[in-house]
């Protein structure tokens, strides 16, 4: 379901009459993801297909997790002593702005520290995975090579054929200028 995959890409190509090269890429949730994958080459194969590619991504989050939320922990404990400070009756006004803007200041680090952790949490939640496959001939070894070879000479005598038609109306007025040239050039008197 949408809570423990999405798609978030596709690519699709046609490489030949019938034959595809294809790409999926999904956001997982880590408890599934390798039994998704093995899911998901099962059904390339049981398709006549050939997984040709399929790639786990991910970053180690946690780390980055744990010390945002130290930060935010040390952040809290020096705002409450900011805040124990502010709430002294004997402040003159400059030491109170001061600490006012210090307080502020961490709030802001505090909530920007949170949204960034939120992301990270929001990325562990999820393993990128990618699946690149095609279909046809794939066969490794001599069929392959054979197959290959056969559609290079098919090939090359589709070229033949293309240059042979370009150039046969070229080559049949040539001959029909060289064979009147030869019928009609003047011929040397003959010595006595």
Known sequence: ?????RITGMYYHLTGDRDIEARLDFKLDPAIARAFGRQGIESVNHADGLL????????EEQSAIDAARRGEADAGDRLKQIEAQLARKDLRSPERAELQSQAQQLRDSMAANRADRGEKEAMLATTPMSFGYQSGD?????????????????GALEWMLLALITLAPWMAVALLVWLGWR???PRPAAEA
């Open 183 to 185: 019928r009609f050039k």
């Open 138 to 154: 794939m066969a490794p070894g001599v069929r392959r090579s054979l197959s290959e070879g056969f559609d290079n000479l098919v």
């Open 52 to 59: 040709v590619e399929s790639e786990i991504t991910g970053e």
């Open 1 to 5: 379901g949408l809570a423990r995959c």
